[in-house]
């Protein structure tokens, strides 16, 4: 048994856990345990002590608009341990109203002003109709060059709020089909160093597991251990090519595949 071990910092499960978000934690803990590396999740619920410094990787799903506003104070107060870590590279991914707690603001349907925690260069506004649907979107070069590239991203989101990214904010993907942040300028969630924010549920790892190892690798290299190797993922692309197929974009760069 590896002496290897990962804890998973998984944010607000009972609020925020839209369209099997959580799976996307499964995903991480599986994709490490296949790998010999034991992992380990810490869930955190409003008014929870947290041990940040344990924390290796951060996963915060979405939530209805009343979920969003039960958890952003509690969030806000968290921030100034947070940030921090994510500054020095603590990896997460944030799902949709996570995404949007991220940003600056989220000015909801009923006028309601959250602010989020103002990591991501975004803010986001609801209006009519909602967005919703399978989404493909090919993902954009990442600021430290990993070689995801190119390659497909497929999801599915449901989100009346529109995020628009700050100037110098960097997309994570290019919509191919669906709406993605907007709706309008074909972008699709964002990047900052090692912290996603996207509109795709789904879940969004088990079916995008080029994903799902950016975010172990990260985890794993700031642990200072060997990158993780590869793993069999017919049945991943699998899935991801039946996405694909579905919205009509057999031809693309799935890869891995
Ligand atoms: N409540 C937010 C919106 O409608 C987020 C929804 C979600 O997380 N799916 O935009």
Avoid at 243 to 257: I, V
Wanted: charged share 25%.
């Amino acid at each position: 048994m590896s002496s290897r071990c990962l804890t998973i910092g998984h944010l607000y499960p009972h609020h925020m856990n839209l369209y099997g978000d959580r799976g996307n934690v499964i995903t991480l803990v599986r994709r490490a345990e296949w790998r010999g590396i034991a992992a380990r999740v810490v869930e955190v619920e409003v008014g929870d002590r947290v041990s940040w410094a344990d924390l290796d990787l951060v996963f915060m799903g979405g939530g209805e608009d009343r979920d969003q506003e039960a958890v952003a104070d509690d969030f806000r107060a968290r921030a100034h341990d947070l940030i921090p870590l994510l500054d020095q590279g603590l990896p997460m991914l944030a799902i949709c109203g996570a995404y949007q707690l991220m940003g600056e603001y989220y000015l909801t349907a009923r006028g309601e002003r959250v602010p989020g925690v103002g990591y991501l260069p975004i803010y986001t506004v609801a209006a009519e109709p909602r967005l919703i649907g399978n989404v493909v979107a090919e993902l954009f070069p990442l600021p430290n060059g990993e070689a995801v590239w190119g390659r497909t991203v497929v999801g599915f989101e449901n989100h009346g709020g529109r995020t628009y990214l700050n100037a110098g904010g960097r997309p994570l993907a290019r919509v191919v089909t669906g709406h993605g942040n907007n709706g309008t300028d074909r972008t699709e969630g964002v990047i900052r160093g090692h912290v996603i924010g996207t509109y795709l549920h789904g879940s969004l790892l088990p079916k995008n597991p080029h994903l799902a190892d950016l975010l172990l690798g990260w985890a794993m290299r700031r642990r200072g251990w060997p990158v993780p190797e590869p793993l069999d993922d017919e049945l991943e692309w699998t899935a991801h090519r039946v996405m694909l197929a579905r919205e009509g974009k057999k031809g693309l760069a799935a890869r891995g595949s």
